[in-house]
């Protein structure tokens, strides 16, 4: 009887110390209690509230515990504790880092929820993803998995782990849109769901504040409830980052532990948080955290101190951001943790400038950001240029009349024997102000400095964010830089290594011209390129050669090459100079045809599928016997002509067998029709007959338009047992006036008829191919191969000059084929032509372009 009772109170003791510590949030801070869901003070505040959003979030929840528990640790070995408990510990911090809970509104409790269960969801992967992220066919943001396997030396387990983890937030983003629209419903409003702002916050977590602010609103409405997506983004991150123990490494310190071989049993072993409560009430309402702890490996404890420096980050751009939040948001926070980790048997240094190193080196150094190693010669010849144009610019601003002119040189030096690659050119070079302000400091770029800006040079360089030289550790781990700047006497030399923060500069004085060399080593550069083909080629698509003398040499070979790659080629009789028309733009488009048969004198000439014909007293006739006129209003609407194309079928027996072995008509036709290519007849439809037109699959007594069936077709050589498929289209034909000259455009964007290969350079350096598929393209416009140089200096490459600004890019894209547009009015021979020719470019090409000179935009006004 009495261990009857003893067990009674126990229980009833373990209940109230659950209850008490479910209210204070603790219970979800401590990884040795079991975690349970109806243990979640955030939950039980939800449910308290809005029985509605409760009831849907434990049906998500159900839904996703299972892939949480298991199938993340499946594809994550090497981590710990992605799984559901880490979603409900969060969701503990969460409630502890709340100003006041009692403020938010029942949606923005729901969101906090829901983040904290999915954000991490986008680390399950299914078998299936994991072969198709092997083999190629899922990719995300353009990443390459044989570049990251070749990082992890053939380690596929690491490989996948690292592609997933870097997208994963992107990938829960998707997972709650595509599989939780349904459960996510605002109560009492069936068509009104919240998805949306869900897969944000969690796409968030490892986003900067830019695209939290950028992406998420302050102030919203959903229904009746008001929420700020952005405040809920911040609680997130940090609740996040605070899920940090012995038991759970978080994958941003994970990275920076494993190259070392620390294992997650090391991890454990070594150390230790012994605060369950990290976060702390202060007396004056401001929240602190404290870490409290023990670590006896320096190594990780100085890796956990960086940890700690993104957590500080992590609290100064939570302040920051909602400084200017109204009461119920703002976040008040001592701006530092409180670090009480003891160490044990040896003394910790400040690596405050190692971990900077580390992370610059991880982020701008790796093919991670520039795609390719190889890129890292681009970078470094675009350096050389810009230093190259600089030293033009004052050399001709000084130069006598008899002076011979300044040709820059850029040479590419390779060196078997010796083991260097030089990247030499003769531009300013630099001085040690320049070395130690901008080379060394990595991300202030010179050409953005007063230094350069204040000294009034016109010449806008490439360069634009000072880490492009970080670059060169793609192709080497060891570079040596000597240079000599053009208004000095003293050669500097400067070693670096990939691994070591530190450099050596050495200064002796300048016997040689000025300029700047990069040197390489060979074995490490010539792995970047498939063979010297492809280095040559390299250097003969990316660089304009108009104004430099690029040259390619070859010790070992003995070979010597003049790289020779101009922006004009040799002028067609249909040549157009962008820059007649453009601002800041130039090149040249070659067309491969006579512009004079761009437009059509009624329809004999317009491009149908098949023989066009009109049906009219309820028979067929061809367009091209007709012995009247046709008068094109009756077909022509909203310069669009409609149609339909029949093909004739010749050889019903074929035809069955095709149906027969898809066991579909339809499927049938279509097999036949593209094994055959059958004669086919088009039809011009008056907006009467459109309406009265059938498609699709018609058995021989069936009726194609009102009076002609598919058996009248015999006329034709159609097998009077066959069938036909009947489809309909439009061809959008612009005409001006009641004129009979026709101009054929395709509206949409589609290169369906004919692609372009044309090259985008940015100040002579190429950045990327682009098809000029524009809409409301001239149908019988061809353009060949062409080469586009954007001198502007409103327009600058992304980091990896790899693309541009997409607004920018679609700007210059209409602004050249407004430029093409104009040249076509200005050249074609008939004067109805070009009347007709300046009525499409103002309907459909009309808008005023930044990039089109002011003639051009004043006779679009």
């Not at 839904?63 to 594809?75: A, D, F, H, M, W």
């Not at 994963?168 to 996510?184: G, I, M, P």
């Not at 550069?525 to 003398?549: A, P, S």
């Not at 894209?813 to 074609?828: D, G, P, S, V």
Request: charged share 25%.
């Amino acid at each position: 009887m009495y261990k009857k009772w003893y067990y009674i109170l126990i229980s009833i003791y373990q209940t109230i110390l659950t209850w008490n510590l479910c209210r204070r949030g603790e219970i979800l801070l401590n990884t040795n209690l079991a975690l349970s869901i109806d243990s979640v003070t955030l939950v039980q505040h939800l449910k308290d509230r809005n029985a509605q959003l409760y009831n849907d979030f434990i049906k998500v929840y159900k839904k996703v515990e299972p892939i949480l528990n298991t199938r993340i640790s499946q594809v994550f070995q090497n981590y710990t504790l992605h799984n559901v408990e880490h979603s409900l510990r969060i969701m503990g911090y969460m409630e502890k880092l709340l100003p006041d809970i009692t403020q938010l509104s029942d949606l923005e409790l729901s969101l906090l929820i829901y983040s904290a269960l999915l954000h991490d969801i986008g680390m399950a992967a299914s078998r299936q993803e994991i072969n198709q992220i092997k083999d190629g066919t899922l990719k995300y943001n353009e990443i390459e998995y044989s570049a990251i396997l070749k990082k992890f030396e053939g380690n596929e387990l690491r490989a996948t782990e690292d592609l997933i983890r870097r997208v994963h937030a992107f990938r829960s983003s998707e997972y709650v849109k595509q599989n939780l629209k349904d459960d996510l419903i605002i109560p009492n409003m069936p068509s009104t769901t919240f998805e949306d702002i869900v897969a944000l916050i969690c796409q968030s977590h490892t986003e900067d504040t830019t695209w939290i602010t950028s992406n998420l609103n302050v102030y919203g409405m959903k229904g009746p409830y008001v929420y700020n997506a952005q405040f809920c983004a911040v609680i997130l991150r940090l609740a996040d980052i605070l899920d940090f123990d012995s038991q759970r490494t978080p994958p941003k310190l994970f990275d920076v532990i494993a190259p070392e071989g620390i294992s997650n049993e090391e991890w454990t072993q070594h150390f230790s948080i012994e605060n369950s409560d990290k976060i702390k009430c202060t007396q004056d309402n401001y929240k602190k955290i404290e870490l409290h702890g023990r670590c006896n490996n320096h190594y990780i404890h100085r890796k956990i101190l960086s940890y700690i420096g993104w957590i500080n980050e992590e609290i100064e751009n939570a302040s920051s951001l909602t400084q200017d939040f109204p009461a119920q948001y703002k976040l008040l926070f001592h701006p530092k943790v409180y670090d009480f980790i003891k160490s044990d048997g040896y003394t910790i240094a400040d690596m405050k400038f190692n971990v900077n190193y580390n992370q610059i080196t991880k982020m701008l150094m790796g093919e991670e950001l520039y795609g390719e190693k190889k890129h890292g010669l681009r970078e470094l010849i675009q350096n050389a240029l810009d230093a190259c144009k600089v030293k033009k610019e004052i050399l001709d601003q000084k130069a006598s009349f008899e002076d011979e002119e300044y040709i820059p040189t850029i040479k590419i030096i390779l060196d078997k024997e010796a083991n260097e690659v030089i990247i030499k050119d003769d531009g300013i070079g630099m001085d040690i102000g320049i070395l130690k302000k901008y080379f060394l400091k990595l991300g202030a770029s010179f050409y953005k400095s007063d230094d350069y800006l204040l000294k009034g040079y016109s010449y806008k360089p490439i360069g634009n964010y000072g880490i492009g030289f970080l670059a060169c550790f793609m192709l080497s781990d060891t570079v040596t830089v000597k240079t000599n700047h053009l208004f000095s006497s003293h050669l500097y030399t400067v070693e670096l290594n990939k691994t070591d923060e530190f450099v050596c500069i050495d200064d002796s004085r300048s016997t040689q011209h000025q300029g700047t060399e990069v040197i390489l080593k060979y074995d490490q550069f010539i792995q970047c390129w498939e063979d010297l083909d492809d280095l040559k080629n390299f250097l003969k698509n990316h660089f304009l050669t108009d104004n430099i003398n690029l040259q390619y040499i070859n010790k070992f070979e003995k070979e010597k090459i003049q790289i020779s790659n101009p922006l004009y080629s040799t002028p067609s009789k249909q040549s157009i100079d962008l820059s007649n028309y453009l601002n800041g733009i130039t090149g040249q488009i070659n067309l491969d045809r006579d512009i004079n048969h761009l437009l059509n004198e009624g329809f004999e000439k317009i491009s149908f599928y098949g023989d066009p014909f009109i049906y009219t007293k309820n028979e067929l006739q061809e367009v091209d016997n007709l012995d009247t006129v046709i008068n094109i209003s009756d077909y022509l609407f909203d310069d669009k002509l409609s149609i339909i194309n029949v093909p004739i079928i010749e050889y019903g027996d074929d035809l069955e067998k095709f149906i027969d072995f898809t066991e579909s008509t339809t499927e049938g036709l279509e097999e036949y029709i593209n094994r055959f290519g059958p004669y086919t007849l088009t039809i011009l439809l008056t907006p009467e007959l459109e309406g009265k037109l059938v498609e699709g699959a018609r058995e021989p007594k069936d009726q194609i338009l009102p009076g002609l069936k598919v058996s009248d077709l015999e006329d034709f050589d159609h097998d009077s047992s066959a069938s036909t498929l009947v489809s309909h289209d439009t061809i959008s034909i612009f005409r001006l006036h009641d004129y009979n000259t026709l101009l054929q455009f395709i509206p949409g964007i589609s290169n369906r008829y004919y692609k372009e290969d044309t090259q985008f350079f940015i100040r002579d350096i190429f950045v990327k191919k682009v098809d000029l598929t524009l809409p409301n393209r001239l149908y019988n416009l061809f353009i060949t191969p062409s080469k586009i140089n954007i001198i502007s200096d409103q327009v600058v490459a992304n980091v990896t000059r790899n693309d541009l600004n997409q607004d920018i890019l679609e700007d210059i894209m209409k602004a050249i084929y407004q430029a093409i547009c104009f040249y076509l009015f200005e050249h074609l021979n008939d004067d109805l032509a070009k009347e007709t020719i300046m009525g499409f470019i103002k309907k459909y090409h009309g808008t005023e372009n930044i990039f089109l000179k002011e003639k051009y935009n004043t006779i679009l006004r």
